[in-house]
């Protein structure tokens, strides 16, 4: 089945977490917003699906993603759906839920490493809300980013280097952006902490040399971490 996924062209963003399981299963996909408007794809096609009265089960906001007759948002919603498809989650209840569950955490990562940059509001610019985003940042990171890695480094030690164990899940992918993300964003606040992550460490320079994933981020189908995405690398928020 080919899948449709629907997300914004030029950032990596949300959809970059359901991109890395696509890739990773080399699944038949097509990355809608990223072809040409011409050939009724592109950002029309995404607005499509979120404008129109005829869709009954609208989604919220991209990524969202087609697979024939199932639409599904939520960016944890979507790796909960393909991950057993695409051999990515083991087929059992407990560790589908226990998969969802770590996703669902990340997703509260990413929501708060995005809120360093925007802070009050994401339809204003950053330069809109400086000062609230430095002393943002400064607790992010003086509390939150530790809590977080800290979590996903004792969840990775209990499951012998795997978010599941003894498997590669989705989940891993997803542990391998978020320090290729943070990595981007905050280089000078990682350096300082990363030896206290030995397994989410171990966990990136892995993922990223499984042969389709490695394929896949020298190509242009990864877009470059930019300064319009989840992770931005802003240096005078990077205090360290
Ligand atoms: N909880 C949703 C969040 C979706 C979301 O915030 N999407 C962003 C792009 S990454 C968006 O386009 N938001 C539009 C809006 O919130 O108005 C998910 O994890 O997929």
Do not use: C
């Not at 990524?63 to 759906?81: H, R, S």
């Amino acid at each position: 089945m080919r899948y449709e996924l629907y997300y914004w062209p030029g950032i990596q963003g949300r959809g970059e977490f359901v991109r890395l399981a696509l890739e990773d299963a080399s699944a038949d996909y097509v990355d809608v917003a990223r072809l040409s408007d011409m050939d009724g794809f592109g950002v029309p096609a995404v607005m499509k699906f979120l404008q129109s009265p005829e869709v009954k089960q609208l989604p919220f906001a991209p990524p969202f993603l087609k697979a024939g007759d199932v639409l599904v948002g939520q960016t944890a919603n979507i790796l909960q759906f393909i991950a057993p498809q695409l051999g990515l989650v083991p087929q059992d209840e407990p560790s589908r839920l226990w998969a969802h569950q770590l996703q669902l955490t990340v997703a509260d990562f990413i929501k708060e490493a995005h809120d360093t940059h925007h802070p009050i509001a994401s339809s204003l610019y950053y330069e809109e809300q400086k000062p609230e985003a430095l002393r943002r940042t400064k607790d992010f990171l003086a509390t939150r980013l530790d809590k977080y890695f800290g979590y996903f480094e004792k969840v990775l030690d209990r499951n012998g280097g795997h978010a599941v164990a003894g498997t590669h899940s989705y989940v891993d992918l997803s542990l391998f952006q978020i320090v290729a993300g943070m990595r981007y964003a905050f280089p000078k606040a990682m350096a300082q902490r990363e030896a206290k992550y030995p397994r989410l460490v171990k966990n990136h320079a892995e993922v990223q040399k499984r042969p389709r994933l490695a394929q896949y981020l020298a190509s242009a189908r990864r877009i470059a971490f930019n300064e319009k995405g989840l992770f931005r690398k802003y240096p005078e928020l990077d205090a360290g």
